[in-house]
């Protein structure tokens, strides 16, 4: 066989060969009037459908053309298109020029506005570390979900964008209920919320929708020291960035329909109020309505943005806009565990007695909710080197109705027969409502930004005053319903309703209140400085100091002392770039902190007693390591880190008297790896792809735990992929597919000595979309869970997620 081989690479390389003389290339540069390279236009033959993309430097190949005339194509998003004819001779390279009409200043205008190769890349961002860092200058790991990519996937909802981050995995549904109403996430094993807009408070108790979102940060590990505690968590943040005014008229109105009786009409319209264009104003609106997947349930609700821009003068801006949220909805599926998994008779979610699409309701268990954000910010130039900005934030929540959720009952403890034992075929409804519940944030942040130097060393420096008060005036309260058998036929579930149990709180006290009163304030300040070393090293360190004053207040029946705490949050980071702008490797420390209030600690004079004792901070540290890529042209970014978190001072039950007393030398240990990367590898295909491992463990906590992962940890394994290709212009323009997907391994929602271990399992979703895009219009069309999976999510619930759905749109844009 290896004689035949010499011959068989002859025989191929002289079948290449007359390829070869049988084709031709064309090659050229394309530039602006003004002589400057035009990067990253589109250069392609119209008749074969062929083509490629001019680099940096203009410059464009296309190989292997068939000799023959052919019409030559240059165009770009927002420019008017180039022809001109060719004559391509077999085994010669023919060179064809373009100037464009368009001077380099407007022509990066319109690549900024339309679509870049990379189009998914990350930017620099002004909030990640509150100045304008470029991802290889920050130290800092964090991913950015661009409107681009959020238009490809018809994402309606922030929930949707979340899933194109690694490392973040959706725990619990939405509820609306003020208070506590807002999705949940996980990132690096610890729980977290969607707390922040444009870098400072804008809470959302809903469903989120995405009508105003411009783009979607995601950063990761202990925040703290820029941001504070009581809007992050351990392992990171989600920042959504806004939609601004815009100096000309324009905008797009769309409808969408859908599966679950889904409908979507939504507007995005700018204007210029001033012939000078100082006053820009802006609506983002949207109303939504989808039912479900199982037989009862819907949701309906209402968006605004209004966004207000006013430009007095070259130095001065003043941005006043709001987020307005109503929706009267209809809780998503939970079920709680309140028997160990051994009296369930089961481990996992899939072997359990429970109908998938049943809801084991009948109609108008819903509940109202609003969210109202105002928010104004004034930036002013003081001078080359320093800006100002002053932001005022005001956040208010609301929610009024019925929250039904359930947990499985074992058969023995229904019948009372010990026989029975060991398997769940019943079913306890019950309720958890809000009355009327509100809570409010008000914050005052005051940046000073100076980008200066010191002899040779460049300082980009933020100095921050920062003031956030809390209010909190919640009341939950809720009964058990019922008790009922699980998937008997024609067991009338509907009796569970608006009309029977709004009868039932009527006829008597419910089985519990929980009221939730309390007042906080928060003054901090805060200094962070990147100081350039060298060209290619730079150190990055900052500090809060944090006074935080609880005014005391009310939780369930118990009254929540008043009591003051100071905290100092450091970070530090280096960056040092070995290839500039190309390759940066870096490390970080990083730290967050809770205000735990007070707790019952061992009383020795009385062990039975307890002494009441104010907690100190509880802590969390990170160390972190890693590499970032930005190579080709920008066409590869990437981002590889390992982190380490470790929390201390955890309350935990005291071994002396641990039915009264509590000890607060805890200690839970989080490390990981994270991988991230987003490519444009040829013209027209882009790709997103993360992975991330976690490893979560209690190493000094309750006997019940010790040794064991939390069971709020998520999935130790996540990944995510999306991947678009759009036709070059000159085939069918506009056209374009994605297709992508989310893996998680098993997740334990149950993990303890007492409770035994629960998981659900692991679960691949895949989703597509095709889209055909226009000057004037945009046609969309979306799949989800495109096979159909039967999947759960979960924060020591049991939550079913949706099946497949078909969702289409149409987009007119003026």
Same mark, same amino acid.
């Given at each position: 066989?290896?004689? /035949?081989?010499? *011959?068989?690479?002859? #025989?191929? &390389?002289?079948?290449?060969? $007359? !390829?070869?003389?049988?084709? +031709?290339?064309?090659?050229?540069?394309?530039?602006?009037?003004?002589?400057?390279?035009?990067?990253?236009?589109?250069?392609?033959?119209?008749?074969?459908?062929?083509?490629?993309?001019?680099?940096?430097?203009?410059?464009?190949?296309?190989?292997?053309?068939?000799?023959?005339?052919?019409?030559?194509?240059?165009?770009?998003?927002?420019?008017?298109?180039?022809?001109?004819?060719?004559?391509?001779?077999?085994?010669?390279?023919?060179?064809?020029?373009?100037?464009?009409?368009?001077?380099a200043?407007?022509?990066?205008?319109?690549?900024?506005?339309?679509?870049?190769?990379?189009?998914?890349?990350?930017?620099?961002?002004?909030?990640?570390?509150?100045?304008?860092?470029?991802?290889?200058?920050?130290?800092?790991?964090?991913?950015?979900?661009? /409107?681009?990519? *959020?238009?490809?996937? #018809?994402v &309606?909802?922030?929930?949707? $964008? !979340?899933?194109?981050?690694? +490392?973040?995995?959706?725990?619990?549904?939405?509820?609306?209920?003020?208070?506590?109403?807002?999705?949940?996430?996980?990132?690096?094993?610890?729980?977290?919320?969607?707390?922040?807009?444009?870098?400072?408070?804008?809470?959302?108790?809903?469903?989120?929708?995405?009508?105003?979102?411009?783009?979607?940060?995601?950063?990761?590990?202990?925040?703290?020291?820029?941001?504070?505690?009581?809007?992050?968590?351990?392992?990171?943040?989600?920042?959504?960035?806004?939609?601004?005014?815009?100096?000309?008229?324009?905008?797009?109105?769309?409808a969408?329909?859908?599966?679950?009786?889904?409908?979507r009409?939504?507007?995005?319209?700018?204007?210029?109020?001033?012939?000078?264009?100082?006053?820009?104003?802006?609506l983002?609106?949207?109303?939504?309505?989808?039912?479900?997947?199982?037989?009862?349930?819907?949701?309906?609700?209402?968006? $605004?943005?209004?966004?207000?821009?006013?430009?007095?003068?070259?130095?001065?801006?003043?941005?006043l806009?709001?987020?307005?949220?109503?929706?009267?909805?209809?809780?998503?599926?939970?079920?709680?565990?309140?028997?160990?998994?051994?009296?369930?008779?089961?481990?996992?979610?899939?072997?359990?007695?429970?109908?998938?699409?049943?809801?084991?309701?009948?109609?108008?268990?819903?509940?109202?909710?609003?969210?109202?954000?105002?928010?104004?910010?004034?930036?002013?130039?003081?001078?080359?080197?320093?800006?100002?900005?002053?932001?005022?934030?005001?956040?208010?929540?609301?929610?009024?109705?019925?929250?039904?959720y359930?947990?499985?009952?074992?058969?023995?403890?229904?019948?009372?027969?010990?026989?029975?034992a060991?398997?769940?075929?019943?079913?306890?409804?019950?309720?958890?409502?809000?009355?009327?519940?509100?809570?409010?944030?008000?914050?005052?942040?005051?940046?000073?930004?100076?980008?200066?130097?010191?002899?040779?060393?460049?300082?980009?420096?933020?100095?921050?005053?920062?003031?956030?008060?809390?209010?909190?005036?919640?009341?939950?309260?809720?009964?058990?319903?019922?008790?009922?058998?699980?998937?008997?036929?024609?067991?009338?579930?509907?009796?569970?309703?608006?009309?029977?149990?709004?009868?039932?709180?009527?006829?008597?006290?419910?089985?519990?209140?929980?009221?939730?009163?309390?007042?906080?304030?928060?003054?901090?300040?805060?200094?962070?400085?990147?100081?350039?070393?060298?060209?290619?090293?730079?150190?990055?360190?900052?500090?809060?100091?944090?006074?935080?004053?609880?005014?005391?207040?009310?939780?369930?029946?118990?009254?929540?002392?008043?009591?003051?705490?100071?905290?100092?949050?450091?970070?530090?980071?280096?960056?040092?770039?070995?290839?500039?702008?190309?390759?940066?490797?870096?490390?970080n420390?990083?730290?967050?902190?809770?205000?735990?209030?007070?707790?019952?600690?061992?009383?020795?004079?009385?062990?039975?007693?307890?002494?009441?004792?104010?907690?100190?901070?509880?802590?969390?540290?990170?160390?972190?390591g890693?590499?970032?890529?930005?190579?080709?042209?920008?066409?590869?970014?990437?981002?590889?880190s390992?982190?380490?978190?470790?929390?201390?001072?955890?309350?935990?039950?005291?071994?002396?008297a641990?039915?009264?007393?509590?000890?607060?030398?805890?200690?839970?240990?989080?490390?990981?790896?994270?991988?991230?990367?987003?490519?444009?590898?040829?013209?027209?295909?882009n790709?997103?792809?993360?992975?991330?491992?976690?490893?979560s463990?209690?190493?000094?906590?309750?006997?019940?735990?010790?040794?064991?992962?939390?069971?709020?940890?998520?999935?130790?394994?996540?990944?995510?992929?999306?991947?678009?290709?759009?036709?070059?212009?000159?085939?069918?323009?506009?056209?374009?597919?994605?297709?992508?997907?989310?893996?998680?391994?098993?997740?334990?929602?149950?993990n303890?000595?007492?409770?035994?271990?629960?998981?659900?399992?692991?679960?691949?979703?895949?989703?597509?979309?095709?889209?055909?895009?226009r000057?004037?219009?945009?046609?969309?069309?979306?799949?989800?869970?495109?096979?159909?999976?039967?999947?759960?999510?979960?924060?020591?619930?049991?939550?079913?997620?949706?099946?497949?759905?078909?969702?289409?749109?149409?987009?007119?844009?003026?």
């Open positions: 066989m290896h004689k /035949k081989f010499p *011959l068989l690479l002859f #025989l191929i &390389f002289n079948s290449l060969m $007359a !390829v070869a003389q049988h084709n +031709g290339q064309i090659t050229g540069r394309v530039i602006t009037s003004d002589g400057k390279a035009a990067p990253f236009v589109s250069v392609g033959i119209k008749e074969l459908g062929m083509g490629q993309i001019a680099d940096e430097g203009g410059q464009y190949r296309i190989n292997r053309v068939k000799a023959g005339s052919y019409t030559l194509l240059v165009s770009a998003v927002g420019l008017e298109s180039q022809e001109q004819v060719v004559t391509v001779t077999p085994g010669q390279i023919t060179r064809v020029d373009f100037t464009l009409q368009e001077n200043a407007r022509l990066q205008e319109v690549m900024i506005a339309g679509t870049k190769p990379n189009k998914f890349a990350k930017t620099e961002s002004p909030y990640v570390s509150k100045m304008p860092l470029k991802s290889l200058e920050n130290p800092q790991v964090y991913s950015v979900v661009t /409107k681009e990519l *959020l238009q490809e996937q #018809l &309606f909802t922030a929930d949707e $964008a !979340v899933r194109n981050t690694p +490392g973040i995995q959706k725990m619990w549904e939405a509820t609306g209920r003020s208070g506590d109403g807002g999705s949940y996430y996980n990132s690096r094993g610890f729980i977290m919320q969607s707390k922040l807009r444009n870098g400072i408070a804008g809470v959302v108790t809903s469903e989120i929708d995405a009508i105003n979102l411009e783009k979607l940060e995601v950063i990761k590990g202990p925040s703290a020291t820029l941001f504070g505690s009581a809007l992050t968590s351990y392992g990171g943040l989600l920042n959504r960035v806004t939609k601004k005014p815009y100096e000309k008229l324009g905008g797009e109105v769309t969408a329909i859908g599966s679950y009786d889904f409908k009409i939504s507007a995005d319209v700018n204007t210029p109020l001033d012939a000078n264009k100082k006053i820009l104003f802006r983002n609106t949207a109303y939504n309505h989808e039912g479900s997947f199982q037989n009862e349930g819907f949701n309906k609700s209402f968006a $605004a943005a209004p966004s207000l821009l006013y430009k007095p003068t070259d130095r001065l801006s003043i941005h806009d709001a987020e307005l949220f109503s929706s009267r909805n209809t809780g998503k599926q939970a079920f709680f565990f309140y028997f160990p998994a051994a009296a369930l008779g089961a481990t996992r979610a899939d072997e359990l007695n429970v109908d998938y699409k049943n809801s084991y309701t009948g109609s108008g268990l819903s509940h109202q909710s609003r969210s109202t954000n105002l928010f104004g910010q004034i930036n002013y130039k003081l001078s080359e080197s320093f800006t100002s900005s002053t932001n005022f934030t005001s956040s208010h929540s609301f929610s009024d109705g019925f929250s039904p359930f947990y499985l009952v074992p058969d023995d403890v229904f019948t009372q027969n010990p026989a029975d060991g398997k769940a075929n019943y079913l306890a409804r019950a309720d958890q409502s809000t009355g009327n519940s509100r809570s409010s944030m008000w914050e005052v942040q005051q940046n000073f930004n100076g980008d200066f130097k010191i002899g040779a060393l460049r300082n980009r420096v933020v100095i921050g005053l920062d003031y956030l008060r809390t209010n909190s005036n919640d009341n939950f309260f809720g009964s058990i319903y019922d008790m009922v058998p699980l998937n008997v036929a024609d067991f009338d579930y509907s009796t569970f309703n608006r009309t029977t149990l709004g009868a039932k709180y009527a006829s008597g006290a419910p089985d519990f209140t929980y009221p939730i009163v309390n007042k906080t304030d928060t003054y901090s300040m805060y200094v962070s400085d990147v100081l350039d070393l060298t060209q290619n090293l730079s150190l990055l360190a900052a500090l809060r100091v944090d006074r935080y004053q609880n005014k005391g207040g009310k939780t369930g029946g118990e009254t929540m002392q008043q009591f003051d705490q100071t905290a100092l949050s450091p970070k530090f980071g280096l960056v040092f770039q070995p290839v500039k702008d190309k390759i940066a490797v870096f490390a420390y990083q730290n967050s902190f809770n205000n735990k209030g007070t707790y019952n600690a061992y009383n020795a004079a009385n062990p039975a007693e307890g002494l009441p004792t104010i907690a100190d901070l509880e802590q969390a540290n990170q160390i972190e890693g590499l970032k890529l930005d190579a080709l042209a920008g066409k590869l970014q990437g981002t590889i390992y982190y380490d978190i470790r929390v201390k001072n955890i309350l935990r039950a005291d071994l002396r641990p039915a009264v007393a509590s000890i607060q030398d805890g200690t839970q240990l989080s490390k990981g790896l994270e991988l991230e990367l987003i490519a444009n590898p040829f013209a027209g295909f790709a997103v792809a993360g992975f991330s491992y976690n490893y463990e209690y190493v000094k906590a309750d006997a019940d735990v010790n040794g064991r992962r939390p069971a709020t940890a998520s999935s130790p394994y996540l990944a995510n992929f999306w991947l678009s290709y759009r036709l070059p212009e000159i085939a069918i323009k506009g056209l374009g597919f994605g297709f992508g997907g989310n893996y998680a391994i098993d997740n334990k929602i149950l303890s000595v007492s409770m035994g271990e629960f998981e659900l399992p692991a679960y691949t979703i895949f989703n597509a979309t095709a889209f055909l895009e000057a004037k219009y945009r046609v969309g069309l979306k799949i989800d869970n495109l096979t159909n999976e039967r999947y759960w999510i979960g924060y020591t619930t049991m939550n079913p997620q949706k099946l497949r759905s078909v969702t289409g749109s149409v987009t007119w844009k003026f």
